[in-house]
């Protein structure tokens, strides 16, 4: 449980904390453009096809979940997102604007719109915690105090405040995870990419970067992509919600007869295309061998 | 890939980070600080080794010449041709390749470790453009320092050359000034000071270049290290030649 410090990062009133209904999106029509949308997209290196005619989109305040095989072109999805590879074919939308033909100046803008967590935490090792939390906001030349006030909130929310001085070889590989998401949510971007986040990470350090990836979420309304290969995290994240208690902490329920989450899902990627989409039960229930093999850790071949 | 081809592409990549480069000079942001930052680790950082590298050479060119020149009965015009030679050719290529031993690899290794470590995808991810912010300023830096610390070397060049010729052949000290005044022109100075400005941009394209396309994790990095080196260096060698022709045909220099 984290304490009601965290909790103040919220944009919303405690009261209306609930993962999203769909008569939300009714409601709001702005809501029922997706946040990322990929129309069949096709990427290719030479000869080695990674994506093949891939389609989906991501609604706002839902979180994704990418698993497939390590070189299955997870992370490339994600390296598209961001304009830093470009499709062969196919379109790319991000907020209802089509970010495909986008030279490097313009996606500067839309990169703006969107935090990205790394594999490895990706920090900037000549700077300290602050400054790669800062980064952001000292490019674009923000107020001293401002930052400091904008850093030490986001340190609050991953729970390194005391590290703000550190160098980033001076942290754990988790902390530099959890300092990775930090500077992604600088500037409450409302689209966070992670791309393996927890790879290598110990079973509690994991959970935390998960717990981290629900808070922003169900308390956000954060639309994201979670580039997995670990069902743990899969567990996690289509199984538990989070809400504030009376007493102003968030806390972690899991789904059950008194809410069901929907605003997770899973995508599997094979062989360049979507192998699976749909929610964690219907992926458990599955009986296709690639999908049971995935599951249990015994992918063929 | 075919190797001409491989070539052909590379100098593309290189054009293409020196044209982006150039064109961000026109608009903001800026960054001066890391530019500054830069000239202190090229300029600075480099002035000892340079400084001693035209020391030893301009001692070393008066050593070799002076008992040919002795041969002919013209030992006193043994400063002119440590000058011409320094000032013209041995000053800019000799600083060029220190600098592209001890900045090229600098260079390469941190923008190299930077790619393997996805740091420069986190700099693009955070909306910054890598060339403006890493590329530019050390390229601008090597323009700026390159000829500073050329000029650095040929002086102490001269200063090396009259210490031997007075120590060793025992040559007065104002007959080697007197031969070096003879001995170099203006033009001779101005080329001096123009071929650094080119290989400090063949220096900084080629060694960021090499950096930024780094693949292959850490043993990826050794490769762009040596070869930003191997190529800088014979990049300046072979530009030498044609900057040398050229600015004897503009600058009416070396022609008698």
Known sequence: MLSANDAEIQAVPADKLQPMDISDAIDQPHRSQPAIEFRDVYLAFDDNVILDGISFSVRRGETKIVLGRSGGGKSTLIRLILGLLKPDAGQILIDGEEITGYDEPEMMDVRHKIGMVFQEGALFDSLSVYQNVAYRLLERGEDDEEVEAEVRRMLRFVDLEDAIDKMPNELSGGMRRRVGIARALVGDPQIVLYDEPTAGLDPPTARTICELAIKLRDLQDVSSIFVTHEMNNVRYLSSEYATVNDAGEVIYEKEGERLCLINTEIIMLRDGKIGFQGKDEELMRSKDPYIMGFIHGKLGP | ?256
């Open chain 2, 1 to 256: 890939m075919n190797p001409i081809f491989k070539f052909l592409a590379e100098l593309q990549d290189v054009t293409l980070i020196i044209w982006r480069s150039f064109v961000s000079l026109f608009s903001s942001p800026r960054y001066y600080s890391e530019t500054i930052r830069q000239m202190d680790m090229i300029g600075v950082g480099s002035l000892p080794i340079v400084l001693l590298t035209g020391f030893f050479t301009g001692g070393v060119l008066v050593l070799q010449t002076f008992p040919t020149l002795e041969y002919y009965s013209i030992q006193n015009e043994s400063g002119r041709s440590v000058a011409t030679s320094l000032i013209r050719e041995l000053g800019p290529v000799l600083s060029a390749l220190m600098v592209s031993g001890r900045i090229g690899s600098a260079i390469s290794a941190e923008l190299g470790s930077m790619v393997v470590s996805q740091q420069i995808d986190a700099m693009r991810a955070l909306g910054t453009d890598p060339i403006r912010k890493l590329v530019l300023p050390r390229i601008v830096a090597l323009i700026v320092m390159l000829p500073l610390l050329t000029v650095g070397a040929d002086i102490f060049g001269l200063i090396g050359g009259a210490v031997v010729a007075n120590t060793i052949y025992n040559q007065e000290i104002p007959v080697f000034v007197e031969s070096v005044k003879n001995g170099i022109s203006t033009s001779d100075i101005i080329g001096g000071i123009i071929k650094p400005l080119f290989f400090g941009l063949i220096i900084g394209s080629v060694a960021c270049h090499k950096g930024l396309s780094t693949k292959g994790g850490t043993v990826g990095v050794g490769r762009s290290v040596t070869n930003s080196v191997v190529t800088a260096s014979i990049w300046v060698i072979i530009f030498d030649f044609f900057l040398s022709k050229a600015l004897q045909y503009l600058l009416d220099i070396g022609r008698f």
